[in-house]
Structure formats: C-alpha cells, structure tokens
C-alpha cells in the first residue's frame, strides 16, 4: 500500500515563502513519478509540478521560476519550495504519485496518477 503524507501548509502574506512535503516510502520515491496539484476553491484540480524517478522536473507556466521540487532520498521526501507566493496560489495542494506505465507518463493528465495524498491547504493574503 502506497501511503503519501503531505505536510508543511498554512497561512502567508504574499510574497511570502512555503515549503510543502511529501512523505512516502523509499521505493515509492526512487521508482515513481511524483508530483504536486492544487485545487483552488470553485476551480478544476491542476498540475503544479513534477519529478520524474531520474530528477526531471516540469513546472507548470503559472510557477515556474517561484516554485522549485525536489526530492531528499536521505528522509523519503518529496518537498515543493514556494516562494514569492500569490493570492491567486491559494488552494488545497496534494502530493501525487504515478507507477509510470502510462502513455501520459510524467504529464500533469491526473488519470495517470495512481496514488493521492490526503490535501493541505495554503492561503496566500495580500
């Protein structure tokens, strides 16, 4: 059973900085794609970032350059460092992770994700 925990939200100013993580297991880490999505209030969930097992990583256009993932082997984490934060990045962020057999491997397509974490909200004031 795949478990993925994340961690880290809560409440900033904008231009603020957040650091969110993912807890899971150290082959889940090592051999899955990863990833991180929101869901704003009233929105459609969407993709905010990805690492692939090898440490490629894709942004989506709305954070590139603010926000940075990575993965800590050493502690089985996935983090996503948010800085410069925004109003408009408030929402629920979950940690995703996908086995990659798919033909949309390592896109944001949520269907191929296998695995969710549980959601944590972030709130971003101006």
């Known amino acids: 059973q795949v478990q993925l925990e994340e961690s880290g939200g809560g409440s900033v100013l904008a231009g603020g900085s957040l650091r969110l993580s993912c807890a899971t297991s150290a082959d889940v880490l090592s051999t899955f794609v990863m990833a991180w999505f929101r869901q704003a209030p009233g929105k459609q969930r969407e993709g905010v970032a990805i690492?692939?097992?090898?440490?490629?990583?894709k942004y989506a256009a709305s954070v590139k350059g603010r926000f940075a993932i990575s993965k800590d082997n050493a502690k089985n984490i996935m983090n996503l460092q948010m800085n410069n934060l925004r109003p408009e990045d408030t929402a629920v962020y979950y940690c995703?992770?996908?086995?990659?057999?798919?033909?949309?491997?390592?896109?944001?397509?949520?269907?191929?994700?296998?695995?969710w974490g549980q959601g944590i909200q972030v709130s971003v004031s101006s």
């Open positions: 690492i692939d097992d090898d440490g490629t990583t």
């Open positions: 995703a992770a996908d086995r990659g057999w798919g033909l949309d491997r390592a896109t944001f397509t949520e269907r191929e994700y296998d695995y």
